[in-house]
């Protein structure tokens, strides 16, 4: 039988491309997503892969939501937290909802989800845990105090889950894109992404594909000796 992979946000963007790769790996990939219904249904037409609709944010629906996807696939032998939203502003004009959204769901989600499933990989002695943190958490970027935040906290996240998985066969690793051409960035106004653009070395955006590669290498059998590393992956704008 083969491992059961689950992706959160796996049927849009960067996701979609993981939920991609790890198919083509041989395993059988479940794909959560927050409530776009149409893109989950175009993307399950496309790929075959099932959908799973539950909120990231929500410890609750987590646990019930990886209990429903063992069910219907099979124990959960990889997440991906891929899962993310901005609420950008300066602190100025922030608001305590949108630090709070941001987190509950972008450093949130990675808490509900590994609980939901880090003691099933323990017992049975093998684990994939990749969650995706961004440049930004590295760098820092201005109007994101919030999302710097939580996704600075996943890179502290995977350093500390990754010592307790070890011993259990258990990897913990952070990919951290760097701009990539997603509708996330597609929301950036385009002087702004100009700038941005203007900044990466290789002179481009960074397509989902080019992250999904990053997450397949942790993902493998082979990648058993990685763990607690966060591979950048930004076209070389920031050297971290
Ligand atoms: P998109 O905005 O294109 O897609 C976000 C995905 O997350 C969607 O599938 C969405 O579901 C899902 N999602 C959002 N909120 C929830 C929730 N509460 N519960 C479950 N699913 C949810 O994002 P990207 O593909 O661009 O980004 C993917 C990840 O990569 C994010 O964590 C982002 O922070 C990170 N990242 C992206 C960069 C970029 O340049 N694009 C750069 C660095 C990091 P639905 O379709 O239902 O809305």
Redesign the pocket.
Known sequence: MSRVAIV?????????AISLALQEMGYTVA???????E??KAFTDKTGIATF??????HQACLDGCAAVTEALGPIDIVV??????RDGVLAKMSFDDWNEVM???LG?CFNMSKATFGGMRERGWGRIVN??????QAGQYGQVN?AAA?SGIHGFTKALAQEGAKSGITVNAI??????????A?VPAPVLEKIVAKIPVGR??Q?SE?ARGVAFFCSEEGGFVTGSTLSINGGQHMY
Do not use: C, F, H, Q
Not at 132 to 137: A, K, W
Not at 176 to 185: E, L, N, Q
């Open positions: 959160t946000g796996g049927t849009r963007g960067i996701g979609e794909a959560n997503y927050g409530g776009n219904e893109k989950a609709k539950w909120d990231v944010g929500d937290n891929n899962a993310g939203i901005t509950r769901i972008n989600g995706i943190g961004s440049i930004n958490g999302y996704k951290a894109p760097g701009y990539i051409d997603t509708d996330m960035v929301a955006l960074g989902a992250i």
